[in-house]
C-alpha cells in the first residue's frame, strides 16, 4: 500500500524558514508527480504546487513564487518543500501528495495518495 509521511513542521517565527519532508514507502516517486497542499484552520485546503516526474515545477498559489519551492530526491524516494520568509498567514497543515502521471494535474484533486500532514505554525 502506497505510503507517504509528512515530516519537518513545526514552531518558526515570521521571517523564518523550514524544510519539509515527504517520504514515500510501497512505490517509488520516480515515476510520480507530487504536489503540496495545506489546509489552514477554518478555511478550505490550497494546492501549494507540485512537481513532475521530470522536474517541472507547478503553483497552484502563484503568491508563493519566490519564496516556495519544490525539490525531489529520487535516491531517497523523498520529495522536500523548502519555505521561506514565511507570515502568520501561511500557518497550515502541510501535506504531501502523489499521482502516477508524467505531468502535474491541474488540479490537487487529482492526486491519488496523501500524507496524514505536518503542522506549520508561523507565529512570534
Known amino acids: 500500500q502506497p505510503q507517504l509521511v509528512e515530516s519537518g513542521g513545526g514552531l518558526v517565527q515570521p521571517g523564518g524558514s523550514l524544510r519539509l519532508s515527504c517520504a514515500a514507502s510501497g512505490f517509488t516517486l520516480d515515476y510520480y508527480a507530487i504536489g503540496w497542499s495545506r489546509q489552514a484552520p477554518g478555511k478550505e485546503r490550497e494546492g501549494v504546487l507540485c512537481?513532475?516526474?521530470?522536474?517541472?515545477?507547478?503553483y497552484y498559489a502563484d503568491a508563493l513564487k519566490g519564496r516556495f519551492t519544490i525539490s525531489r530526491d529520487n535516491a531517497k524516494n523523498t520529495v522536500y518543500l523548502q519555505m521561506n520568509s514565511l507570515t502568520p498567514e501561511d500557518t497550515a497543515v502541510y501535506y504531501c501528495?502523489?499521482?502516477?502521471?508524467?505531468?502535474?494535474?491541474?488540479?490537487?484533486?487529482?492526486?491519488?495518495?496523501w500524507g496524514q500532514g505536518t503542522q506549520v505554525t508561523v507565529s512570534s
Open positions: 512537481i513532475s516526474n521530470h522536474d517541472e515545477i507547478t
Open positions: 501528495a502523489a499521482v502516477a502521471w508524467r505531468v502535474c494535474p491541474v488540479s490537487d484533486d487529482e492526486f491519488d495518495y
